[in-house]
């Protein structure tokens, strides 16, 4: 066999039947996998926003994978034509990136026909980390950030944040003072607080209300809790 052998293009047309049944199972496996990003993923970002990437990769990753198997030269131009992508959107969370690999691995695994491994290896992976994810947050229960801001603030600012310490220590098992920002008539605050329950939540929310004039009060929360 030589070289050109090798390296020449296969002419056989690719089996369309195969192609669409990995197709839907992996168009149902992105499903999945968004759902479970949703539910269970713990990143600041917008998750379903971030989630839509996911058919789009796993789908593409399979298509690539079906055509360039079957040809050594369709595999080295792959190579290098991923060379010389530069993807500018950065992955600011590990978690992310966790989640885009096992779309990416989905997608090798259909594209390479490996589908019965394929569905059982992602459908064990995911429901392993939800395993995870629930024990995770029943023993560090709800790590929530609350930022704050007061407008019309009187002069005596200091007062302020000894106020909003002795507060939300009350309705918190932990706090910390991530940011202070003192401006003219307003002032602007943000902690990380460790709640036990979103009971917790809506009784900090009155307390700083009836406690603080002019205060506004945001719960941006991890695990999709609502925002109050």
Known sequence: MNIESILSVSSDPLAIAPLLANIGIGFLLAIVLRWHFKVFGSTLSNREEFAQVFPFILLTTLLIITIVKSSLALSLGLVGALSIVRFRTPIKEPEELAYLFIAIAIGLGLGANQTMATVVGSVSILTLMS?????????????????????????????????????????????????YDIRPEMIEATYFIDVASIDNLSSLMQELMREVPGIGVTFLDQNQLPSL
């Open 131 to 179: 395993i995870i994810g629930k024990y995770k947050k029943r023993a560090v229960g709800k790590n929530i950030y609350l930022s704050i801001d007061i407008v019309n603030a009187v002069n005596n600012k200091d007062n302020y944040l000894e106020q909003l310490n002795y507060i939300i220590a009350a309705h918190t098992r932990s706090n910390d003072l991530r940011r």
